[in-house]
DNA sequence: TATAATTTGTGCGTATGTATA
DNA sequence: TTATACATACGCACAAATTAT
């Protein structure tokens, strides 16, 4: 049983092996805890996987699994040799649907996510118009208004 | 060298450990590369784990990694004690957007998931009316139309 | 500029558990 | 029940990027 103390908010972060729970799941939801109760805001790093590894008392393939997991959900964001970073939301940016238009979404492919500089766990907006012509946005700098 | 044909398609699957691209990166790219090509059309079950290691000569982590990434972009559906299959795209449900709602595009938090049944790589489209009511949908079902 | 320390990435191995057929 | 297939969890070693010295 570990508790973990940010400067305004206490956490009990309780991995419990034998609960038959996957570890790397009670992990994840511990960090996404931590995240959510505001001891990590947007933009802190968090702690190393080799501290988080002490911290929890688990290998670090665990670790980086539940890291994994958070980075799908969009919520993390790391960078090799660097860190890891809980991710700030982006300004959304105002887009007008084109009349007749259909908008469909889904993740990227990797050249999109290459194009468009693309974290993971970032959807794109895909915006059909009337005439075919299919314009792609970042999921998380856009927000699209109905008229 | 491997080469890897299907009924009706022939596609080239070189993984070269000495290329400086990581494994399963490589991996990853040959097997979207056979979905693409229609080798493994929507619904195909995928070789095992097993099966890929010894074909592409790695070790399982590696297999799992590429197919953890296409999973991601929503190509692969894993079933556990079954298998892997290349995920059919579902029907579209035509979604008529409120006018003056606003739409937001990100992937959904582990409740949500539950709730609506998402696979992996699959975001949710989150509508919000003037009034403040919220509405998430599944991102692979719906498609919103701007009147 | 160069070196070292830190941190994440890659790749493999083993063993065991759980779901499905 | 048995066999197959994916899931979990650990370990090790080395590579690559970044930061600090």
Redesign the pocket.
Known sequence: VATCRGSLHTVRCVIE?AS?V????QVAAALRARIASGEWPPGTK?P????LRQEYD?????I??AIAALRAEGLLE???????RVRTPGRRHELEGPSGATVEVRMPTPEERVELRLTEGVPVLVVTSPDGWVDVYPGDQYRLRIP
């Open positions: 092996p038959g996957p570890l790397h799941r968090l190393s996987e080799t501290y688990v290998g670090r393939g665990t980086r699994q790391v960078q090799h040799g660097f860190g890891t």
